[in-house]
């Protein structure tokens, strides 16, 4: 008995087959993520340490030689490779190709963890698996304002509606001019008072921040007591006591300020806040990007006048033209592929149930990229087989070039 013989008698339970597949592909091409690049799993993890006054040499010590003690003993380490500069540290380490990076990441975070007591204080420290979803896919520029106050919009108002958009990752603001409460000390005061600046800088951290002082019970609840005395002004932070009745504004200057300035943002050559958009493992830049805009839409008549919302990078073009390159090629290929069999075979209706692979394998292909956990584009080039007897018609799609990560 021949195999013909046998998938003749099962031909119901082939189309049944079939058609699930047919079904189930269909559905894959609507759910499949759409991403510039393919998802890859890099055996690597990038530990940042900045926020520090120190110098390079100082970091040295201070900072990047403990973090490199404390992750070098982690399972799987093969390399640790650190830059130190003014302030700040990155440490990149390598791990064997086989290791569970997901559980790696635990590990160096727990030792990051362990170490972060004999680092300098008030140091922000990232740990982060290296991937291709750690780059933005969206940014957008907010124009037309002073710089502190375009960044307060964007880190108050714009980043918290964005953060809630389904498969969004981080959204970093980013602006030339950060606001914050300067208190500028008289070192001639604080010695006459017998005060360090540590000593004024101690009592302002414990004052203006919210504590529980205890809890009082009554009528069968406990009800939880609570200070709340953060600083919202400058004469909030000058009327905190030091010592002995000695109050801040009578040690130093309190005024409003911003930060030392380590970055200029500008967009069009006016000053501008940075609005940096990436995607979590798995989402759809396409989905992600449509959100994106419609919120930034949605935004435009509540902002102050003058103050605008603008794309300057929109991954999701990229995608949109390697999918229509894709598809264009899948069409293409599809429509010489039946020409081809019908010059040759001269017959239109076995012509016909030939052609009917085409679409099926495309969707049986979707359904199985889908299980693999792949997404569409993959890689800068993209293909299609289409199978029809024994001809095969290989196409490849130019899609836009984009930078390697």
Same mark, same amino acid.
């Given at each position: 008995? $021949?195999?013909?013989?046998?998938?003749?008698?099962?031909?119901?339970?082939?189309?049944?087959?079939?058609?699930?597949?047919?079904?189930?592909?269909?559905?894959? /091409?609507?759910?499949?993520?759409?991403?510039?690049?393919?998802?890859?799993?890099?055996?690597?993890?990038?530990?940042?340490?900045?926020?520090?006054?120190?110098?390079?040499?100082?970091?040295?010590?201070?900072?990047?030689?403990?973090?490199?003690?404390?992750?070098?003993?982690?399972?799987?380490?093969?390399?640790?490779?650190?830059?130190?500069?003014?302030?700040?540290?990155?440490?990149?380490?390598?791990?064997?190709?086989?290791?569970?990076?997901?559980?790696?990441?635990?590990?160096?975070?727990?030792?990051?963890?362990?170490?972060?007591?004999?680092? +300098? +204080?008030?140091?922000?420290?990232?740990?982060?698996?290296?991937?291709?979803?750690?780059?933005?896919?969206?940014?957008?520029?907010?124009?037309?304002?002073?710089?502190?106050?375009?960044?307060?919009?964007?880190?108050?108002?714009? $980043?918290?509606?964005?953060?809630?958009?389904?498969?969004?990752?981080?959204?970093? *603001?980013?602006?030339?001019?950060?606001?914050?409460?300067?208190?500028?000390?008289?070192?001639?005061?604080? /010695?006459?008072?017998?005060?360090?600046?540590?000593?004024?800088?101690?009592?302002?951290?414990?004052?203006?921040?919210?504590?529980?002082?205890?809890?009082?019970?009554?009528?069968?609840?406990?009800?939880?007591?609570?200070?709340?005395?953060?600083?919202?002004?400058?004469?909030? *932070?000058?009327? *905190?006591?030091?010592?002995?009745?000695?109050?801040?504004?009578?040690?130093?200057?309190?005024?409003?300020?911003?930060?030392?300035?380590?970055?200029?943002?500008?967009?069009?050559?006016? +000053?501008?806040?940075?609005?940096?958009?990436?995607?979590?493992?798995?989402?759809?830049?396409?989905?992600?990007?449509?959100?994106?805009?419609?919120?930034?839409?949605?935004?435009?008549?509540?902002?102050?006048?003058?103050?605008?919302? $603008?794309?300057?990078?929109?991954?999701?073009?990229?995608?949109?033209?390697?999918?229509?390159?894709?598809?264009? /090629?899948?069409?293409?290929?599809?429509?010489?592929?039946?020409?081809?069999?019908?010059?040759?075979?001269?017959? /239109?209706?076995?012509?016909?149930?030939?052609?009917?692979?085409?679409?099926?394998?495309?969707?049986?292909?979707?359904?199985?990229?889908?299980?693999?956990?792949?997404?569409?584009?993959?890689?800068?080039?993209?293909?299609?087989?289409?199978?029809?007897?024994?001809?095969?018609?290989?196409?490849?799609?130019?899609?836009?070039?984009?930078?390697? +990560?």
């Amino acid at each position: 008995m $021949k195999l013909f013989d046998i998938l003749s008698r099962q031909r119901r339970f082939i189309y049944l087959v079939v058609s699930l597949l047919s079904a189930a592909g269909v559905w894959a /091409a609507l759910v499949l993520p759409s991403a510039i690049y393919p998802e890859l799993n890099f055996s690597r993890i990038a530990v940042v340490a900045e926020g520090s006054t120190l110098g390079a040499r100082q970091v040295v010590f201070s900072v990047t030689r403990p973090l490199e003690e404390a992750v070098s003993v982690v399972p799987g380490v093969t390399r640790v490779r650190s830059h130190s500069i003014r302030g700040a540290a990155e440490i990149q380490i390598t791990f064997a190709p086989t290791t569970d990076m997901a559980y790696a990441l635990q590990l160096v975070r727990a030792r990051v963890t362990q170490v972060q007591g004999q680092l +300098p +204080p008030d140091l922000a420290i990232q740990v982060e698996r290296l991937a291709p979803s750690l780059f933005p896919i969206l940014s957008y520029n907010l124009e037309g304002g002073d710089p502190a106050t375009l960044y307060d919009i964007g880190r108050y108002q714009i $980043k918290p509606l964005i953060s809630r958009v389904p498969g969004v990752g981080r959204v970093d *603001v980013q602006g030339s001019d950060v606001r914050e409460i300067e208190v500028i000390a008289d070192p001639a005061q604080l /010695a006459a008072a017998q005060l360090t600046y540590r000593d004024m800088a101690d009592a302002i951290r414990q004052a203006i921040t919210v504590q529980a002082v205890g809890c009082v019970a009554q009528d069968y609840r406990q009800y939880l007591i609570v200070t709340d005395q953060e600083a919202r002004s400058p004469d909030d *932070v000058g009327a *905190v006591v030091v010592r002995n009745g000695l109050r801040v504004r009578d040690l130093a200057a309190v005024q409003l300020g911003t930060e030392d300035h380590v970055r200029i943002i500008a967009g069009d050559g006016k +000053p501008a806040a940075l609005l940096n958009i990436t995607r979590q493992v798995g989402g759809n830049t396409l989905a992600i990007a449509d959100s994106v805009a419609a919120i930034a839409a949605a935004l435009a008549p509540t902002l102050p006048p003058g103050v605008h919302l $603008k794309p300057v990078y929109d991954q999701a073009a990229l995608v949109r033209d390697a999918v229509s390159a894709v598809r264009d /090629a899948m069409l293409v290929g599809a429509a010489l592929a039946v020409l081809v069999l019908l010059l040759f075979l001269g017959h /239109a209706r076995i012509t016909a149930i030939s052609a009917t692979s085409i679409p099926l394998t495309m969707a049986i292909t979707v359904f199985v990229m889908n299980l693999i956990g792949q997404s569409f584009p993959r890689s800068r080039r993209s293909w299609s087989s289409c199978r029809s007897g024994c001809c095969r018609v290989w196409s490849a799609s130019s899609s836009p070039r984009s930078p390697r +990560p």
